[in-house]
């Protein structure tokens, strides 16, 4: 497209400058996927007459993943802040590989080996997301009810493993702050489910919404204030990180 006629030669270099050092090609070659704003000022400059926006849907490449999160998962890969708050099972990027095996065939229909295979491997590898060595290193806070890890999904040894997991990736990994929320809360802030927010580099924030077989992007800014407010509430009402690892130690130690 850069090289149509109706190209806007004159706009080119703005594009370019778009993402400063990044640069337009790891998104040009499929390397990385474009933020919005790239996208609203490619479709400007190179008068696209729409067609960025309606390829850039089909832009995924997360084979294990289900359809209805991949468009979040891409997002992930960009974001400097990630929040996240689960009531039903541990983060897909805090799970091991056997937590991720006991979660896949606890949840009718049964997979096959291939799809568990496939959906354990894509899930291991969201993980490189909380590497520190990524440049600028992603923000993580993650609020895990105390239910969901008192509910030893796979049996004791796999929460064994699983508490261990935690433990060392909230030793290892400076960028993410660990919380648990416990049993007893008389206020909490998030009873209508799972939450998770973030924050694209543009500084642009999202939420996705998750329920039985479907999930939903929300770019709305209303909706996504009201959701920020919840989430800063439940880190007030959640163990602080300190509390929460020497909860988890306690679990560890009572298995």
């Known amino acids: 497209m850069r090289c149509a006629p109706r190209a806007n030669a004159r706009a080119l270099p703005h594009l370019d400058r778009l993402h400063h050092d990044k640069g337009h090609d790891p998104i040009e070659q499929g390397r990385r996927l474009p933020p919005r704003v790239y996208i609203e000022r490619a479709e400007e400059v190179l008068d696209a007459f729409g067609a960025l926006w309606a390829a850039v849907k089909y832009a995924t490449r997360q084979p294990g993943l289900a359809s209805w999160f991949r468009e979040w998962a891409d997002l992930e890969e960009q974001a400097i802040t990630l929040h996240t708050y689960e009531c039903r099972v541990v983060p897909g990027l805090l799970q091991t590989d056997g937590y991720a095996r006991a979660v896949i065939w606890s949840v ?64 290892r990994h400076w960028n993410i702050e660990l919380q648990l929320m416990p049993l007893r809360q008389t206020q909490h802030a998030g009873l209508d489910g799972p939450i998770q927010l973030l924050e694209t580099p ?15 992007l929300i770019s709305d800014r209303k909706e996504i204030s009201l959701i920020q407010q919840r989430y800063a509430k439940m880190r007030s009402q959640a163990l602080t990180p300190e509390d929460s690892v020497s909860l988890l130690r306690e679990m560890r130690g009572a298995l």
């Open 108 to 171: 009718p229909p049964l997979p096959t080996e291939e799809q568990v295979e496939q959906r354990v491997a894509a899930r291991l590898a969201r993980q490189e997301l909380l590497s520190t060595r990524r440049e600028p290193p992603t923000a993580f806070s993650f609020i895990i009810e105390q239910a969901v890890l008192e509910r030893h999904t796979g049996g004791e040894d796999v929460t064994r493993e699983l508490i261990d997991h935690l433990l060392a990736v909230n030793d």
């Open 202 to 216: 543009e500084n642009e924030w999202f939420a996705y919404s998750e329920g039985q077989q479907t999930g939903v």
